[in-house]
């Protein structure tokens, strides 16, 4: 025990000691948060509109006005020449325009009908669709202000009510992704490359031929990046509930727990790296390349797993951050009990165990 | 006759085909200062590794400090020093917290330790950069730093793996001295080098060529068996026979 403790002592000055991983450790949590946040949103805000008022009368300019007035849109100019249109959107000024043609009023009144025309950049279908969907919701509301009395259509109007996040905000979803990465990136890099470390150095050679037990001695070097990890779970949960306004409705120690396996899952990955390579480089590439980037693809956090190719699905079973992120989102966001989450966690204890028993077989084969 | 410390009789290490070391068969003495020498590939590393219980032989015999090297390696391991030829203090930690880290995992008290801490430091005369990091530390003090840091438990037997590779001849000459009193206390120091001039300071040389001993005995009486005027003749004489190539 005391040899355990003098060795995690060892291992908490080389980690305070190198700013690099200082700032990794506990900068890149809440640099990632705060983009997530405030700068990578799916709302379409702001967008640059140029309109062709070839009515120039009482309904277009109101239209119009309605139009500058919504937060959406933002106008880049209005024109009366339809061949404006051309040449603006290739200047790429704007993502969308709107042509309003001549009678538009006279049409309104008269014949109960007028039309409209919408074009838009669809080289970002989303954003296309999106900004589609606002123009459409303002010329509605115009419509039923305006000429209330006008024929009506049969209408079915869906009731909508969205569940767990009902002001459709982007943190309930990024914040357990965040999460994912985050323990991905600092538990498998940071262990796989501390314990490489040693070997380069040749201090491995040093600890093993100690009494110190070599199984000690990976359990010693995992041991501070656990404690560094739940500080890393607890600063993104702070920041979730006090800058992004993102309570956590589950219970907390059971987010905690389910925290704990995953950081072990992945610290596991990270001695499994260790133990396979002998430079830094190719561990830390590794842990980037076949460690992060199937996190983010396959955990459903960008992208949802539903749209993959089949044999995409069943590669993402295998991805243990796809697993904590349904677990997380489960507790934190929709408040879920242990009975929810059973599967999964137990899906995970699997891996872990899977990946565990590798590296130390590994170890052993290394050490004959 | 004093008290024989390491015994081992044809200890052999295969790798598949290839035997990197073959029948090996020596005995050191308590207090002896042994060269274990041989060019780059004869076979050095692969020995010393089992006699530190790092690897396991194939075949053979081998007892270090009474111990036997296939089941009792953690008591080897307790009974030992090592010192590799590659640096091996951390350098992001300060003398006092390697002299620390170290005296730790070989199961020291909190008492010893300060003692055998302040002890080290005095010895060495780095009272004023005992809280500054072993990186700042020139080589040569680092590689001294190094050997009574693995001596520090009182180890019956130390292993050098090269220890003064690229020190000059002045700072090894002052790292020899460190060998001198740790043997003069009755430790065994087992020692692999490549400078023939280092061969010159051991009580008793071995030269390994092609995984065997091919000459062992005091180096004057090498020098008289070859009758080579110096060690760097005896030793080249030897390994010109090899068919190993690195």
């Known amino acids: 025990m005391k040899q355990f403790m003098s060795f995690v002592r060892k291992e908490f000055f080389h980690v305070l000691r190198d700013r690099k991983t200082l700032f990794i450790l506990f900068g890149m949590p809440v640099v990632q948060i705060l983009i997530f946040g405030f700068a990578l949103t799916n709302e379409v805000k702001n967008s640059r509109i140029l309109i062709v008022d070839q009515a120039h009368d009482e309904s277009s300019k109101q239209l119009i006005r309605e139009i500058e007035a919504s937060q959406y849109f933002e106008t880049e100019n209005i024109v009366a020449d339809f061949n404006q249109v051309e040449k603006v959107f290739k200047e790429g000024k704007i993502r969308v325009a709107l042509v309003i043609p001549a009678n538009f009023r006279e049409d309104l009144l008269q014949n109960n009908a007028a039309s409209l025309q919408l074009i838009n950049d669809a080289s970002d279908p989303n954003t296309a669709t999106t900004l589609t969907n606002y123009i459409s919701s303002i010329v509605l509301d115009f419509q039923m202000r305006n000429f209330p009395g006008g024929p009506k259509p049969i209408q079915i109007i869906p009731q909508l009510r969205m569940l767990y996040n009902p002001q459709l905000k982007g943190a309930p979803n990024f914040v357990p992704g965040v999460m994912a990465m985050v323990l991905m990136l600092i538990c498998v890099m940071m262990t796989a490359v501390s314990i490489v470390r040693e070997k380069e150095t040749g201090t491995m050679e040093v600890l093993l031929v100690s009494p110190f037990k070599p199984l000690m001695v990976i359990i010693s070097k995992a041991f501070p990046y656990l404690i560094l990890s739940l500080i890393n779970v607890t600063s993104i949960l702070l920041l979730s509930v006090f800058v992004l306004d993102l309570p956590i409705t589950g219970n907390i120690l059971l987010l905690y727990a389910v925290s704990t396996l995953f950081i072990i899952t992945c610290l596991s990955i990270g001695i499994l790296i260790s133990v396979r390579t002998d430079s830094q480089q190719v561990a830390m590439l590794i842990s980037l390349m076949g460690m992060l980037l199937p996190a983010l693809l396959f955990s459903g956090f960008m992208f949802p797993i539903e749209n993959m190719p089949f044999p995409l699905q069943i590669i993402s079973n295998i991805i243990p951050a796809k697993w904590y992120y349904i677990m997380v989102k489960a507790i934190m966001i929709k408040g879920l009990g242990f009975s929810a989450i059973w599967k999964e966690a137990s899906i995970l204890v699997a891996i872990t165990l899977v990946i565990l028993g590798i590296s130390i077989k590994n170890f052993k084969i290394r050490l004959a | ?246």
């Open chain 2, 1 to 246: 006759m004093k008290e024989t410390v390491i015994q081992t009789d044809k200890l052999t290490k295969k790798f598949g085909d290839f035997i990197a070391t073959n029948a090996i068969t020596f005995s050191v003495s308590k207090g002896e200062i042994f060269g274990f020498l041989g060019a780059n590939g004869a076979g050095k590393t692969t020995a010393m590794r089992m006699l530190c219980g790092l690897s396991i032989p194939s075949s053979g015999t081998a007892s270090i400090a009474g111990f036997d090297v296939y089941t009792q390696t953690e008591e080897i391991k307790k009974n030992i020093g090592y010192m590799s030829q590659r640096f091996s203090l951390y350098e992001d930690l300060s003398i006092l917290e390697n002299i620390r880290f170290f005296g730790g995992i070989y199961g020291l008290s909190k008492q010893q330790l300060k003692e055998k801490s302040e002890m080290l430091i005095h010895q060495l005369g780095l009272e004023s950069e005992a809280k500054k990091l072993v990186s700042s530390l020139p080589l040569g003090w680092r590689q001294k730093l190094s050997f009574s840091v693995a001596v520090m438990h009182e180890p019956k037997i130390v292993f050098l793996d090269e220890p003064t590779g690229g020190v000059d001849p002045l700072t090894r000459r002052q790292f020899w001295d460190l060998i001198y009193a740790a043997a003069d206390k009755g430790v065994t120091i087992f020692v692999t080098t490549h400078y023939m001039d280092e061969a010159e300071y051991c009580d008793r040389i071995s030269i390994m060529v092609d995984g065997k001993i091919e000459a062992m005995d005091t180096p004057s009486k090498l020098k008289e068996q070859f009758a080579a005027p110096s060690m760097d003749d005896v030793f080249y004489q030897l390994a010109r026979g090899a068919k190993r190539k690195e």
